[in-house]
């Protein structure tokens, strides 16, 4: 079946810029996580969403960084006024309620210039 | 603060021989543990967990790991390793204290390269 895809694969955009970044979990999950991947720093939590529960926002690194969900499915991350230090991998994995196991999709690279 | 350490950033390996890629945790009660495979500008691919019972876990593409609690260690073993395994090896843990949320935890990842 489908996995988790996201959108776009990549992104460049000019420092001071807004971006949103898609995810498409796998049909049926309920869980949804947001990781960023950045070079030298490795992966770190972002935010996580469970059904219609509040999310869990203690990983973003600051109030330019917003996510939402809408109706259980898709999820969007927005990061207002990039700045370079942005630049990373940011990746999206889903899992079934109450399943250990998550599953990521192929990551959008994005480049602040 | 749980953290898991991964305490080589590369690993080289003859095709055909035997690999280890190591993984050492530190967290507060039962760790749930991982090993992902990260491919090149691909995503993450999950490989196996060991969550309770036997300490030996068999996952994906002949990949094995062994939980040592007194070792607070979960290695991640092959035992004949193919030119297609070179790649980026992450092991992580569950945050066993941020209730429904399974975050993982992450360590900064080993290359692993096998030389035909």
């Known amino acids: 079946g489908a996995g988790v895809s996201q959108s776009p694969s990549n992104k460049v955009t000019e420092k001071g810029k807004d971006v949103e970044l898609r995810c498409d979990p796998i049909s049926g999950h309920t869980a949804l996580y947001w990781y960023r991947q950045s070079l030298g720093q490795g992966l770190e939590f972002l935010i996580y969403?469970?059904?219609?529960?509040?999310?869990?926002k203690s990983g973003l690194p600051s109030d330019r960084f917003s996510a939402e969900r809408t109706g259980g499915s898709v999820s969007t991350l927005t990061i207002q006024r990039t700045q370079q230090e942005d630049s990373a991998v940011y990746l999206c994995?889903?899992?079934?309620?109450?399943?250990?196991?998550?599953?990521f999709g192929p990551g959008t690279r994005l480049l602040v210039l | 603060a749980q953290s898991v350490a991964q305490p080589e950033d590369q690993v080289n390996v003859a095709e055909g021989n035997p690999l280890t890629v190591k993984c050492t945790y530190s967290?507060?009660?039962?760790?749930?543990l991982f090993w992902y495979v990260q491919y090149p500008n691909r995503g993450l691919q999950f490989l196996l967990k060991?969550?309770?019972?036997d300490n030996l876990v068999k996952g994906s593409y002949g990949f094995e790991a062994e939980f040592n609690k007194s070792q607070t260690s979960f290695h991640l073993k092959k035992p004949s390793a193919l030119v297609s395994d070179s790649a980026l090896y992450f092991c992580a843990v569950r945050d066993p204290w941020a209730g429904n949320n399974r975050k993982l935890i992450w360590g900064l990842g080993t290359s692993l390269a096998v030389n035909p």
């Open positions: 060991y969550i309770t019972g």
């Open positions: 967290v507060s009660g039962n760790p749930y």
């Open positions: 969403f469970q059904g219609n529960s509040a999310p869990d």
């Open positions: 994995a889903s899992s079934l309620s109450g399943e250990e196991t998550q599953y």
